[in-house]
């Protein structure tokens, strides 16, 4: 770490120590929000970095080895990752940002994080060394062939892994270079080459990573911090990392920077755009294709991500987390807090105004002559949503910018149990699929229609097979008929895996759209379910891996559901207290992914829609989550009766934690969590709230 004697006096000071390749034994201890220790281990460390090691406050990576201790940090560090075990990981000190705004590259994960880029998770720790205080950093997945192996869940070992001018980490550069070559001598622009090669890349990859380091305009790229890989057999990917020159680091106006032409030079110098890091985007420019996907990518990326008021949102709420340590972090290194507060605002003013700017660059670029604004105007949300482009539009009113000349898809996506009728507005017509070319302002108003089933149908809609021991209502089913007609049950049988058992349904008619639940014990069931009407004494239990199968009079099969309580079924079913809730009684109910565990002890007896009015907690008067569904952030709003304390927990369909926050201080009165949803996938969720006497309340909602 220090400088030692044999360094030169200018920065970086090559020749200092810590520009070794040393490993040494160090202990970690790793303490969550609540000052609890979470993990801790012997491993090993080393100085991290380029020539931001020059710091005084240096980065340090962490290993985790067999010859220290384990070979694992087994601790759930980045709450956006399933994965919870790191075999290194790195501190780092916010790179050529240090002491200056100290967030640009996780500004850039944040904005990024739901796309398929591989980037680096971050959590923002306070840091003591030998119980002297280190100041803030920003805790780090480390980049190498283990952190891809996690992400992606196969064999470090199978993994090709290069970075700048096709220079070997791990495996092999032999398929790159031969890749190389054919954009290099041949005619890119033919569709059969360009198919050939987006054979061996990961093509929306690749221009997810162009656009996102030409809107940000990171100058420290791409003839640095360029690192691409595959898995055996697999495309070659880009990982975004080490973007801290972007927003304006060391340019007070670099929103004006044309970054198009710029990855578009030819004869760029060594650094930071030498031709051998253009060359394969200035092969696959030659393809019309290729433009047109580029263009639209960044119109995307400007109508949602890189919208003004989202960049700058994100920065406060970044600003708001660091503010409380950022003084105290200054001070230690000697910086000055006026510097954060300035490139804080070089920031924002990069975001305001770089659309305008970067519209005119990709006019000029690409010869487009104008843009104009697309509106889609969907009343009928409930019913289906928009895909433009790559967006997905569940608003009600939504408007963007899209480019002349440029064309791009729109395709409208109904929703379980309705279809797409036609399309009002600028375009009457009744295909759900249309590619647009803007030549005006245009508005594009979706209509959807309810599905309608003519013919007779019964269908297996919820299966509690194992119920909380809190809410203990015994082993049950309900069958649905969505169909337009009554349907006489009378001598129907019911069974379960085995034969031998059966029930038989007494002499009734299920009328139209109606429910029938079914329950192994009429007692337990109705001590939970007390206003539900049912058939009691099915006489057989349910397994959590079994199957139901429904015959009619005539022993004919109607419906059959082998379901399970292991993956990828919902776990939530699994004493969780939720049921197998079907999400639509159109949905193919043999599939694991079409069932949910929708409800605190299910819905016997109406449909299988979210509700979240329930709650039973002391201490909390009132639990109220908008919006409902949510795509980016989530609010929680918690009445308490008195001052407490409360964990907060999402979990996901599989009862897997997702989310998490402790030791939440809620006063009197309303008190407000807001929680980033967005690097969700979309599915059902459960919120539980839990304080400190152990009391519990859980609320469900949708991520769309």
Not at 161 to 182: K, M, R
Not at 333 to 351: C, D, E, L, P, Y
Not at 630 to 658: C, E, K, P, W, Y
Not at 666 to 687: A, E, F, M, Q, S
Request: charged share 20%; aromatic share 12%.
């Amino acid at each position: 770490y220090a400088y030692g004697n044999n360094f030169t006096n200018e920065f970086p000071f090559f020749g200092a120590n810590f520009w070794k390749d040393e490993e040494k034994p160090i202990h970690i201890s790793y303490y969550g929000m609540d000052n609890e220790l979470k993990v801790a281990l012997n491993g090993g460390v080393k100085i991290f970095g380029g020539w931001s090691r020059a710091y005084d406050q240096r980065s340090l990576s962490l290993f985790a080895r067999k010859k220290f201790g384990p070979s694992d940090i087994k601790y759930p560090i980045f709450e956006e990752r399933s994965y919870q075990s790191y075999g290194a990981i790195v501190l780092r000190n916010a790179g050529n940002d240090n002491l200056t705004s100290n967030m640009r590259d996780i500004i850039t994960h944040e904005l990024i994080k739901d796309l398929d880029l591989e980037s680096q998770a971050y959590q923002s720790v306070v840091t003591y060394i030998n119980k002297e205080y280190w100041g803030m950093y920003h805790l780090r997945e480390k980049v190498n062939e283990h952190f891809l192996a996690r992400r992606f869940d196969v064999d470090p070992d199978s993994i090709d892994l290069l970075e700048f001018n096709a220079e070997i980490i791990q495996g092999s550069n032999t398929d790159y270079l031969s890749l190389l070559n054919l954009v290099s001598n041949a005619d890119v622009s033919s569709p059969d080459i360009y198919v050939s090669i987006t054979d061996q890349i990961d093509i929306d990859n690749f221009i997810d990573y162009y656009a996102v380091q030409i809107y940000i305009n990171n100058t420290d790229w791409p003839g640095n911090n360029n690192k691409y890989w595959r898995h055996k057999n697999g495309k070659w990917r880009w990982i975004l990392y080490d973007t801290d020159f972007s927003f304006n680091l060391f340019e007070e106006f670099g929103q004006y920077r044309n970054n198009i032409a710029f990855v578009l030079e030819a004869n760029g110098p060594n650094w930071p755009n030498p031709p051998w890091a253009t060359q394969l985007f200035r092969g696959l420019f030659q393809n019309r294709n290729f433009r047109i996907d580029l263009v639209n990518r960044l119109a995307d990326f400007m109508n949602s991500r890189f919208l003004p008021e989202n960049i700058v949102e994100t920065i406060d709420t970044k600003m708001d987390v660091l503010q409380p340590e950022i003084s105290r972090h200054y001070t230690r290194w000697s910086g000055n807090i006026g510097t954060w507060n300035q490139h804080i605002n070089r920031m924002k003013n990069f975001a305001l105004q770089r659309p305008n700017l970067m519209k005119g660059h990709i006019r000029s670029e690409f010869d487009l002559p104008n843009t104009y604004t697309l509106n889609i105007v969907n009343n009928e949300i409930d019913k289906g949503f928009v895909e433009v482009s790559t967006l997905t539009i569940k608003n009600n009113n939504w408007s963007g910018d899209y480019f002349e000349d440029n064309p791009y898809p729109i395709k409208a996506i109904a929703l379980p149990g309705y279809e797409f009728s036609h399309w009002s507005g600028s375009v009457n017509s009744s295909s759900d699929a249309l590619e647009l070319d803007m030549s005006n302002n245009m508005m594009l108003i979706p209509h959807f229609k309810a599905i309608e089933i003519n013919e007779p149908h019964i269908v297996i809609n919820e299966i509690n097979y194992k119920s909380s021991d809190e809410s203990d209502a015994g082993d049950w089913l309900e069958l649905h008929n969505p169909s337009t007609m009554d349907i006489d049950l009378s001598n129907w049988i019911i069974k379960d895996d085995n034969d031998e058992h059966e029930f038989i349904i007494p002499d009734m008619t299920l009328t139209s759209g109606g429910f029938l639940v079914i329950v192994e014990n009429q007692e337990k069931f109705t001590n939970v379910n007390s206003d539900v009407e049912t058939i009691e004494n099915l006489g057989f239990g349910l397994g959590g891996n079994d199957q139901l199968r429904i015959f009619n009079a005539a022993d004919e099969l109607i419906d059959s559901v082998s379901y399970s309580s292991m993956a990828p079924w919902p776990n939530a079913a699994n004493g969780n207290g939720y049921t197998l809730e079907l999400l639509n009684p159109i949905l193919n109910n043999t599939l694991p992914e079409n069932y949910e565990g929708i409800n605190i002890n299910g819905s016997p007896g109406r449909r299988n829609v979210l509700e979240t009015n329930s709650v039973d907690m002391e201490y909390i008067e009132s639990i109220s989550i908008f919006p409902n569904p949510a795509s980016d952030q989530l609010n929680i709003v918690v009445n308490a009766s008195i001052n407490s304390q409360f964990d907060v927990t999402v979990l996901d369909a599989m009862g897997r934690t997702v989310i998490y926050k402790n030791n939440l201080n809620y006063n009197l009165g309303d008190n407000k969590l807001t929680i980033n949803v967005k690097h969700l996938i979309n599915g059902i969720y459960r919120i539980n709230i839990k304080n400190n006497d152990g009391h519990e309340a859980n609320k469900s909602w949708i991520k769309l």
